[in-house]
């Protein structure tokens, strides 16, 4: 219910005065007749109009004074008058105040009453129904919104689940447009939600297993009926639900109660829920006054003869447990709720009453005999089993808590490791405790397996430019000399040769060849005829590309909720040498690939996952003193990853590019020509790593053929 100022009310009664001729001409639409006929212990209200309505007009109530305000817009007030005389059940009357393009009717009450809104042709039907008080056991259908967009089909987008901060369930509905009728009632010991007039695709037909969530709702079943479609959400123990709408998003909470005993009413919603009274008690009787608010909430009780005086209370429109509290503030009074009985008495009565019973119960604990039980679990180990109801930490390890002891001071619990058996003594309560505790552990574990596939790529590229040059020059330049010279080389005579016969020593001038010994090569001489001048060109290149990938699969299989651990790889020996005379240490350190996995498989059969991936491996190619290092790629993270899914948690690109140019000085500088004395190398590595993760949960029906 939505409370909404009274002066909301007077502002669109004035505003009714400011431009009635506009209104009129503006307006569409018109209320020609109002009736009211009692149906019961309901109310019906029929509001004939001059053309039927699309959809219900917009509506909200006021607390104080209780009122009812419906908005037509488009409409004007034909009924001559503003305001008419009922006087039927808690309708006393109504106002009807036009404000602009719109008309305003408020239906006065004697009480704050649910109301609902029909449409039938040109009337629409208005329905006033009590509020049900505090013990009554007739449960009704609550239109939690009515359907505005008639005529057309709505449909379900998504269903979702979610754990709030305070431990609540929360049911998040998409819906496709924000005018679906919603029903929501209380049916058994589950809250049925009907969407009508709405459509469900196949894939959001399902029930969800919700437990681990640790809410009160244990599953939620979306089926579709008819034209309808159903949402059953079952929860567990006591619980209350409060659901709202945004827009096309509509949401369901079902939060826990936790009985206190203090309370007359249960549960967490603000502010007290008994109907409300009016009171004018003067110098009465407690006693008495207490067996009237008793009756009016619809609850036994019983009240002490110990309680005793008299009160004043003046009180208007005040919630009946409201006025409980405030005489049991004045009096010192308390009470204790057992079913639909209440006890009221003083409250250290109530304080003695219970220190006894509770000493009592002690008391008897000690004397109670003692017995003997057996257990025979399935996958957990009789020993842990054993450890964690003595109040220790299992004998494997693991996070030790403060001490929680299971076991009565009296008990004990012995466990046979061959059979897997565990003995417990200890009296009958206790041992129905453990019986439930061990029911509950005793189960087992569903499990996953997990494939990471880790992705090396390489790129690389290389391309080198190279040159030799010679020149020779054996003319004579002066009488009686050889004239022999180069550049780049000589010419020499050959020995034993006649004529003598020049041949070009092994001396290169210009010497700039490509870095590797293997490439293509383009050689030419030029020379005259008389073999007098020579000249010697070389040019070498050398281009290559390549391309590599590694794969790395590591696969690893473990249970639900337990980390997994899977290395493969080698020791690198790392030598330090020391002082003088003494012997050189060699110390090793692991380069190896790992996965560390903890899976957790959630209630829509997901798997979330927090993952340690880590590739280490040497570097010979930049050893230092003999030592390679060693390079890592460490991808640690949470995912959450489909069944049978994979996703890409990590990568890492790097990209390097390197050009040289070697040259001969002045003569490399110079334009186009300079390319015959210079050496140019351009060497560009691309590196890519990538991992894919791929979980699978085994299904328990799996068996080998």
């Known amino acids: 219910m939505k409370f909404i100022n009274y002066a909301l009310l007077a502002a669109s009664a004035c505003l009714a005065l400011i431009s009635p001729v506009s209104a009129q001409d503006?307006?569409?639409?018109?209320?020609?007749?109002?009736?009211?006929?009692?149906?019961?212990?309901?109310?019906?209200?029929?509001?004939?109009?001059?053309?039927?309505?699309?959809?219900?007009?917009?509506?909200?109530?006021?607390?104080?004074?209780?009122?009812?305000?419906?908005?037509?817009?488009?409409?004007?007030?034909?009924?001559?008058?503003?305001?008419?005389?009922?006087?039927?059940?808690?309708?006393?009357s109504l106002n009807i105040v036009q404000a602009g393009e719109r008309t305003r009717l408020v239906l006065n009450l004697v009480r704050n009453m649910n109301y609902t809104t029909r449409l039938d042709g040109k009337s629409i039907y208005v329905t006033l129904s009590p509020i049900a008080r505090v013990g009554d056991s007739v449960q009704r259908v609550t239109r939690f919104a009515d359907e505005r967009v008639f005529g057309s089909k709505h449909a379900l987008q998504d269903v979702q689940f979610r754990r709030g901060k305070d431990g609540e369930g929360r049911i998040i509905v998409d819906l496709s447009d924000a005018g679906a009728g919603i029903d929501i009632r209380q049916q058994g010991a589950n809250l049925i939600v009907d969407f009508i007039k709405t459509s469900v695709p196949e894939h959001l037909r399902r029930k969800l297993d919700v437990t681990d969530f640790a809410t009160p709702v244990t599953s939620v079943e979306t089926r579709a009926q008819g034209d309808n479609v159903r949402m059953i959400i079952s929860p567990k123990g006591q619980w209350e639900h409060n659901a709202y709408q945004s827009d096309s998003q509509f949401v369901v909470e079902v939060k826990r109660i936790v009985e206190d005993p203090n309370k007359l009413v249960q549960g967490t919603k603000v502010g007290y829920q008994g109907p409300r009274v009016s009171i004018n008690y003067q110098n009465g009787d407690v006693r008495a006054l207490l067996r009237l608010m008793a009756e009016e909430l619809g609850l036994n009780a019983v009240i002490s003869e110990t309680v005793t005086g008299t009160t004043t209370l003046v009180l208007k429109d005040v919630p009946a447990d409201q006025v409980i509290d405030i005489i049991f503030q004045q009096k010192g009074l308390d009470m204790r709720k057992k079913g639909n009985i209440i006890m009221i008495a003083p409250r250290d009565e109530i304080a003695t009453r219970e220190k006894l019973e509770f000493e009592s119960k002690q008391q008897i604990s000690d004397l109670e005999p003692i017995k003997l039980e057996q257990f025979v679990l399935n996958y957990q180990k009789a020993t842990d089993v054993a450890r964690l109801l003595a109040g220790l930490a299992p004998a494997g390890?693991?996070?030790?808590?403060?001490?929680?002891?299971?076991?009565?001071?009296?008990?004990?619990?012995?466990?046979?490791?061959?059979?897997?058996?565990?003995?417990?003594?200890?009296?009958?309560?206790?041992?129905?405790?453990?019986?439930?505790?061990?029911?509950?552990?005793?189960?087992?574990?569903?499990?996953?397996?997990?494939?990471?596939?880790?992705?090396?790529?390489?790129?690389?590229?290389?391309?080198?430019?190279?040159?030799?040059?010679?020149?020779?020059?054996?003319?004579?330049?002066?009488?009686?000399?050889?004239?022999?010279?180069?550049?780049?080389?000589?010419?020499?005579?050959?020995?034993?040769?006649?004529?003598?016969?020049?041949?070009?020593?092994?001396?290169?001038?210009?010497?700039?060849?490509?870095?590797?010994?293997?490439?293509?090569?383009?050689?030419?001489?030029?020379?005259?005829?008389?073999?007098?001048?020579?000249?010697?060109?070389?040019?070498?290149?050398?281009?290559?590309?390549?391309?590599?990938?590694?794969?790395?699969?590591?696969?690893?299989?473990?249970?639900?909720?337990?980390?997994?651990?899977?290395?493969?790889?080698?020791?690198?020996?790392?030598?330090?040498?020391?002082?003088?005379?003494?012997?050189?240490?060699?110390?090793?350190?692991?380069?190896?690939?790992?996965?560390?996995?903890?899976?957790?498989?959630?209630?829509?059969?997901?798997?979330?996952?927090?993952?340690?991936?880590?590739?280490?491996?040497?570097?010979?190619?930049?050893?230092?003193?003999?030592?390679?290092?060693?390079?890592?790629?460490?991808?640690?993270?949470?995912?959450?990853?489909?069944?049978?899914?994979?996703?890409?948690?990590?990568?890492?690109?790097?990209?390097?590019?390197?050009?040289?140019?070697?040259?001969?000085?002045?003569?490399?500088?110079?334009?186009?020509?300079?390319?015959?004395?210079?050496?140019?190398?351009?060497?560009?590595?691309?590196?890519?790593?990538?991992?894919?993760?791929?979980?699978?949960?085994?299904?328990?029906?799996?068996?080998?053929?």
């Open 26 to 92: 503006a307006a569409t639409n018109t209320i020609e007749a109002i009736n009211v006929a009692k149906q019961g212990n309901d109310i019906a209200v029929k509001i004939d109009l001059k053309s039927p309505l699309t959809v219900p007009p917009a509506g909200f109530s006021v607390a104080n004074p209780a009122k009812i305000a419906l908005d037509f817009p488009l409409t004007t007030n034909g009924l001559g008058k503003n305001s008419q005389g009922i006087n039927e059940g808690d309708l006393r």
């Open 397 to 705: 390890g693991g996070v030790a808590g403060p001490a929680q002891r299971i076991l009565s001071k009296r008990g004990s619990a012995v466990a046979d490791p061959q059979s897997n058996i565990l003995f417990v003594n200890d009296i009958p309560s206790k041992l129905d405790e453990i019986r439930l505790f061990i029911s509950a552990i005793d189960i087992g574990a569903r499990q996953v397996q997990i494939e990471a596939r880790i992705v090396e790529a390489n790129d690389s590229f290389k391309r080198d430019l190279g040159v030799k040059l010679n020149f020779i020059n054996s003319k004579p330049i002066q009488a009686g000399g050889s004239g022999i010279f180069g550049v780049g080389g000589t010419m020499t005579p050959q020995i034993g040769t006649t004529p003598a016969t020049l041949v070009q020593n092994s001396n290169i001038g210009v010497n700039l060849p490509i870095s590797q010994t293997t490439g293509g090569t383009l050689a030419f001489s030029l020379f005259n005829s008389s073999i007098t001048r020579i000249l010697n060109l070389e040019l070498a290149a050398l281009e290559s590309d390549g391309v590599g990938k590694i794969i790395s699969s590591p696969r690893v299989v473990t249970a639900n909720n337990v980390k997994a651990k899977i290395e493969d790889g080698t020791e690198v020996p790392y030598v330090t040498p020391q002082a003088l005379g003494a012997p050189a240490t060699v110390t090793f350190k692991s380069a190896k690939l790992s996965l560390e996995v903890t899976p957790q498989i959630t209630p829509e059969g997901a798997v979330k996952m927090l993952l340690v991936v880590k590739k280490e491996e040497p570097d010979f190619t930049n050893v230092v003193q003999g030592n390679p290092p060693l390079k890592s790629s460490i991808v640690e993270t949470t995912v959450v990853v489909e069944n049978g899914g994979t996703v890409v948690i990590g990568g890492v690109f790097i990209s390097s590019n390197q050009g040289t140019i070697n040259k001969v000085p002045l003569l490399g500088d110079i334009p186009f020509l300079g390319w015959l004395f210079k050496f140019k190398e351009d060497v560009n590595n691309r590196r890519e790593l990538l991992v894919f993760i791929s979980p699978s949960v085994i299904s328990d029906k799996m068996r080998l053929n």
